[in-house]
């Protein structure tokens, strides 16, 4: 239990000007979190835990098992610690940092605010955070570190959780706000960001290319991670408007027939764009447990016909990727290349709903409407292949296929009362 995280906030506005449509604000304070994981991991250690394979008890074409709250479920073998003494460990134990820290993170701004007209408002600041102590993972294996032996002097599969990445985020945002009037209230925001870090915690990001085991490609150089993070977004701009269509009842035209009411009043117009930087990857070698590959030239020159990236320009070869060899023997191979070297194409992408309300009786009300998400049905990419293993540019090899979803269309019936 970490019984010292003392938190403190503080923050302060001050307002300009004779009329005060001028404000200054900033703020600072140190939170702490607690980095998820899929479960605590002490309780994958032998005999604590094991599994069994289950038939699906609702596929008819093949023999199956099936229980009930009868007869309960079949019965778990305990790993016996003797699949332990094996070289190299039978299975993965997991081990805990004993001296843990909760994770913190220093946020502070500063922003300047301005209500410009009757309706209108610019605020422009400067967004920072530092986190520290963050979760990672560690190999410290037959195949890592080489740190976790068993009684019998074996070289253990193994993975230490840790609580000591770290990573530095700044940013400029600005954002146009419109209050409601003549029917219409929306905003535009943008962001200007760096997001640097050494682990997007025990689960690899996009292309992120660490160890097999998540942690560092090599175990014993730690700083080397530090880079560009997988949640890296340099260019965020986003807008919505919210459009009341001036026709029917109490609106500028076709006010004055109760038919036309209730055909053309209460209509709503929705619209959300998103416009953004493209997601980091790194080209890493699949037959090196993930790990990075080597660059060695440019990757964007003779791009093949078909291809988005010339995966000729990196290698996986052993003579062209560092290496160390841990006391188990075992040789780890790396490449040249940071986390997050590249980056996909940009995207824009829009949404669209039309939503007619209409009153029922005095208490009951109808909403009928249409949304369009992706409404132009633009083909948005993430990474691409990005394994050069083979160090060609066959098959799907460094094209962009993996896609964000199509144009999706929902309806929309609701009663409000």
């Keep these: 239990t970490d019984k010292n995280n003392f938190g403190p906030r503080v923050g302060f506005a001050y307002a300009i000007g004779p009329e005060k449509k001028m404000v200054i604000r900033g703020g600072y304070g140190l939170l702490y979190t607690l980095d998820a994981v899929d479960r605590p991991p002490l309780v994958q250690n032998p005999p604590f835990t094991n599994s069994i394979t289950f038939n699906n008890a609702f596929d008819s074409s093949t023999p199956r098992s099936v229980f009930n709250l009868q007869t309960g479920p079949p019965n778990v073998p305990t790993i016996s610690p003797t699949l332990l003494l094996s070289p190299g460990g039978a299975i993965t134990v997991f081990r805990e940092d004993p001296n843990q820290k ?7 701004n500063v922003s300047f605010q301005m209500q410009f007209g009757k309706d209108y408002a610019l605020d422009v600041g400067y967004v920072g955070n530092r986190a520290r102590n963050l979760l990672q993972t560690l190999d410290i294996g037959g195949s890592g570190t080489a740190e976790a032996r068993n009684t019998a002097g074996a070289f253990l599969s193994a993975k230490a959780y840790v609580n000591r990445a770290r990573s530095n985020y700044n940013a400029l945002q600005a954002q146009l706000q419109k209050r409601l009037s003549k029917n219409v209230q929306g905003q535009i925001s943008y962001t200007f960001s760096k997001n640097r870090d050494d682990s997007t915690g025990v689960f690899q990001g996009i292309g992120e290319g660490r160890g097999s085991q998540g942690g560092p490609q090599n175990p014993f150089d730690l700083a080397a991670e530090y880079g560009i993070s997988s949640l890296d977004v340099p260019h965020l701009l986003s807008a919505d408007a919210i459009i009341d269509l001036p026709f029917g009842k109490g609106q500028r035209y076709m006010n004055s027939s109760a038919a036309a009411n209730k055909l053309v009043g209460g209509i709503q117009l929705n619209i959300i764009a ?6 980091p990857f790194t080209v890493v070698c699949g037959n090196n447990g993930g790990r990075r590959a080597s660059l060695i030239g440019d ?28 006391a188990a023997g075992t040789v780890i191979r790396f490449g040249n290349l940071p986390r997050n070297s590249f980056s996909s194409p940009g995207f824009a992408r829009f949404d669209l709903s039309v939503f007619k309300n209409t009153a029922l009786t005095e208490r009951l009300k109808m909403q009928i409407g249409i949304e369009f998400f992706n409404v132009f049905n633009s083909a948005t990419y993430t990474v691409p292949n990005n394994d050069s293993q083979n160090n060609n540019n066959s098959g799907s090899n460094g094209r962009f296929d993996a896609a964000l979803p199509a144009r999706v269309v929902q309806y929309r019936l609701k009663l409000l009362f």
Excluded at 299 to 326: M, Q, Y
């Design 102 to 108: 909760t994770a913190l993170v220093h946020q502070f």
């Design 274 to 279: 998103l416009a953004r930087s493209g997601y």
């Design 299 to 326: 990757p964007f020159s003779n791009v093949p016909p078909g291809r988005d990236i010339n995966l000729s320009a990196f290698t996986c070869d052993a003579a062209r990727l560092g290496s160390v060899t841990n």
